[in-house]
């Protein structure tokens, strides 16, 4: 007979307890809007994150007890909504037109005199910043509430792509003002920072997805793509540089009025902005930004030049699709032309092989530039490589020089097509383990995993991460000392460490190293589960390795299986049965899962899924607020462990919602959906 918990009837709400719940609401509101302002724009978070999380959790639980109450401009709401099937298109009040260029010093002195001699000025203020190499849009406020954002597409047309706009977090969805203006369009530029996009890359590289050639044409993937979901996961950034159509603000005299306006609104506008005097002004700021260029957090290709004063761009006006007031004074290219003396190959942390030209020095940006990135063989074949290729290569900012092209009419004769695996004879030139390409990914790989000196970090960190071994205090900055000094080589080693060695390593006291040692040894004690996950085999999350620790219930038949047999593992195709036979396959590995094992790891073996069907086959459950004897973790290996699933949310494709203290909106879901919801003694007879 099942089980099902009692929820008695929510008593109506008084008027005088709704008012305090929105007022509760709102101020959680401001105070979430204030630290993204602080972490997104000002790069000054005040809290840590966890306390961040709270914040913006018990917004969450608020609104859900009365919908009725969230509002589109809530911090709830930056999430993406449906894929859309095109992007609607908007007509521009006032046209985005672009700015003519000076790509000389001439050039900009010549701006000046004309601005000079049309105003009949002897000198004149400018306004002057960064131009950052962005997408163009502008954002469109209606009493304070950001009701549109749209790309500048041909000047008088643009794209609506306000859902995408919406997940980028330093873009405020309501005004830091009391009295909000009727309407006001806010112009500006999307963009991606350096470090964010070599992340991004170097994860792309990592997936065997596309690599994005720099970052403005990966902040202009990112804002158009159809799914604002996939938007929400790229860090993308917006500094604003002007005002567009206004209602219901001030008349300001000049730009740098309307820039600290926005300034005040919490609007992200540039810091390197700056109003000078002069053609000798305008010259020694294009100086001092070039020099400052190469440490800019994001990637700029000039300096702009506006017209401080209003009255005076209004009586030069517009020349074709271009302001006279203002002139873009653009930085010399980062581009240069050079040989391909060799190609060789490096390995990354996670095993990714990636291919490395070395060049005939060459200066690029004002740095002398002897190696360029080649990303993978699919790059290579695309752009046709080769040695002793003269090609034109690119330097941009922090990001590792990539080559653009080749100059085929420079190729010398009897030139060969490059084979990444030829070269290195598709063993790895770190440790010697085979060298693998998936069918469906551009990344070639070692498969020596545990072994390969070059992801040895990555293997440790991984290995002792709260989901796999949970070994305490094993963070980053401990695990470069250790294998920088060669305390720890392989996995193994990690159960050789004593008090005295660690005691003497940097920051770490005998009270610290004796907690570390107390925790390693802890996780002695494991589950099978955990250690399959904890090995890192490539496709092998926390889901498949349970999915293998219930179906094999033993190392030794796991390690004994071929991809065929692997693959009548739930969930399990070829891809994925491919990796986990070479990484059993390889001797190597096989060496460090027995030294695990001589070290003392252990877990209760079981007789394994393919013999012992689990009692919950077939079944999803969902967790909701607080087990009274049961972490929500353990619950979900309880309910893994006997063949059933665990959903993040409640659908009509949910067999049981499991109910603890202060459950809350999945509670109310899964009445609504007439779920079957039981608490924690029901589920334990389940169990038994």
Known sequence: MQSELFIPESAPISLQENSKTTSEIEKLRDEIRFHDYQYYVLDNPLIPDNEYDNLFRKLQDLENQDPSLITPDSPTQRVGGKPLKSFDSITHRIPMLSLNNALTEEEAIAFDKRIREGLDQDELQYAVEPKFDGLAITLTYEDGKLVQGATRGDGY?????????????????????????????????????????????????????????????????????????????????????????????????????????????????SSERDVVQGIQGLLNYYNKIGNKRENLPFDIDGVVYKVNHFNYQ????????????????????????????????????????????????????????????????????????????????????????????????????????FNLLNLINSKCPVCGSHVIKQPDEVVARCTGGLFCSAQRKQAILHFASRRALNIEGLGEKLVDQLV??????????????????????????????????????????????????????????????KDLARYFGNLADLQSSDA???????????????????????????????ALIEAGINWESSPGQNLLEGKLNGMTFVLTGSLSTLSRDEAKELIEAAGGKVSGSVSKKTNYVIAGEDAGSKLLKARELGINVIDENAFRLMLN
């Open 157 to 269: 047309t643009g794209e609506d792509v306000t859902s995408n706009i919406k997940t980028i977090r330093s873009i405020p969805t309501k005004l830091h003002i009391l009295d909000a203006p009727k309407l006001i369009e806010v112009r500006g530029e999307v963009l991606m920072l350096k470090k964010d996009f070599a992340r991004l890359n170097k994860e792309q590289e990592e997936a065997g997805q596309k690599i994005f050639a720099n970052p403005r044409n990966a902040a202009a993937g990112s804002l158009r793509q159809l799914d604002p979901n996939i938007t929400r996961t790229r860090p993308l950034h917006f500094f604003a540089y002007g005002i567009g159509y206004f209602e219901g603000i001030p008349q300001f005299e000049r730009h740098s009025d309307a820039m600290n306006f926005l300034d005040s609104l919490r609007i992200p506008v």
């Open 314 to 417: 209004e009586q030069l006006g517009f020349v074709s699709r271009a302001p006279r007031w203002a002139i873009a004074h653009k930085f010399p290219a980062q581009e240069a032309l050079t040989l391909i003396d060799s190609i060789d190959v490096q390995v990354g942390r996670t095993g990714a092989i990636t291919p490395v030209a070395r060049l005939s020095p060459v200066i690029v940006g004002g740095v002398t530039v002897t190696n360029a990135t080649l990303h993978n063989q699919d790059e290579i074949d695309r752009k046709d490589i080769r040695v002793g290729d003269t090609v034109s290569v690119r330097r941009a900012g922090d990001v590792i020089p990539e080559v653009v092209k080749v100059i085929i009419e420079k190729r010398p004769e009897k030139s060969e097509p």
């Open 484 to 545: 920088n000094e060669n305390l720890v080589t392989s996995l193994p080693d990690i159960y050789r460490l004593d008090l005295d060695t660690l005691a003497k390593l940097e920051r770490m006291g005998r009270k610290s190293a004796q907690n570390i040692l107390e925790s390693i040894q802890k996780s002695k004690q494991t589950t099978f589960a955990r250690f399959i996950y904890g090995l890192g085999i490539r496709n092998v999350g926390e889901a498949t390795a």
């Open 564 to 594: 065929l047999k692997l693959q009548q593992v739930s969930d399990i195709g070829p891809i994925v049965a491919e990796s986990i036979f070479q990484f059993f396959s390889e001797e190597h590995n096989k060496h460090v899962i027995d």
